[in-house]
């Protein structure tokens, strides 16, 4: 059996796979980062994926057993190239594995936030479905993962089930009953935003009337996006703090509050923390 993974970072999903003897290949756009993958002994090919990527790389390497996508997809343009490349790096007896953010949950919980720069969509399994199947790929299975807000981890085949799983049955019939195909529910998810930026704003200027000094944790994409919706200024934080010694030092985007340690926290004792990284709460807290 053979292993390919799109968007492979520096390998770190792959090696696990080399250490038992499993035939891999990486490719991954970033070079810097390709680097890193072939220093460790991890094939990797720098290129952005897509149909003629796949043509390519199907005529070099040959077809995989197992191809992983995992938070990828959300970034692409070209879906339809992307997804037919899929098609033609797998075997006919392959699999698929793509994870990506899901839009149902996204709309039931109100996680704007998590709408962020180089993310170009948003799925219901309905529409991955879709799109897969105009490209000969079969859904076979689906899971759901708590990750970034709600992810999905959708199984596809080449060949056409009989059958699909009961998730792939329940979920399609639960988009239905939700209206994931209506406007009407994405129209309810911009009057929530607006509502939650009300809030928000309400609670801060209510803090600094009474003289309350707030600061926030987490220099996040989702930070800056909820930041930003929400129209909160340098003047109401005094500070984001932040783990990355890459961010420290800088400032957010946009509004330009100042980035520092997470020492400083204790140092200055804020009286309030907003917490902009809520997917890692219970190890924040």
Partial sequence: ?????????????????????????????????????????????????????????RRRHGSFDLLLANNVLAHVADLTGFVAGIRTMLADTGTAV???????????????DTIYHEHLCYFSLTAVQRLFAANGLYVVDVERLARHGGSLRVFASPRRPIRPSAAVL???????????????????????????ATALQHELRSLRAAGKTVAAYGASAKGSTLMMACGITSEQLA??????????????????????????ILRRQPDVLLLLTWNFADEIL
Wanted: charge should be negative.
């Fill in 239 to 264: 500070f984001v703090a932040d783990r990355s010694p890459h961010k420290q030092g800088r400032c957010t985007p946009g509004n330009h509050v100042p980035i520092v340690p997470t020492s400083e």
């Fill in 170 to 196: 329940a979920m399609l019939h639960d988009e239905a009953s939700a209206g994931l195909g209506s406007p009407e529910v994405y129209r309810s998810l911009g009057e929530a935003i607006d509502r939650t």
């Fill in 98 to 112: 793509c994870e990506f953010p899901y839009v149902g949950d996204l709309l039931a919980s109100g996680a704007f």
């Fill in 1 to 57: 059996h053979r292993v390919v993974e799109i968007a492979s970072n520096d390998g770190y999903l792959l090696r696990p796979f080399q250490a038992r003897g499993v035939g891999v290949l990486g490719i991954e756009p970033a070079a810097n980062v390709a680097a890193v993958a072939i220093e460790r002994g991890v094939p990797t090919e720098v290129q952005f994926f897509g149909r003629d990527c796949a043509t390519d790389l």
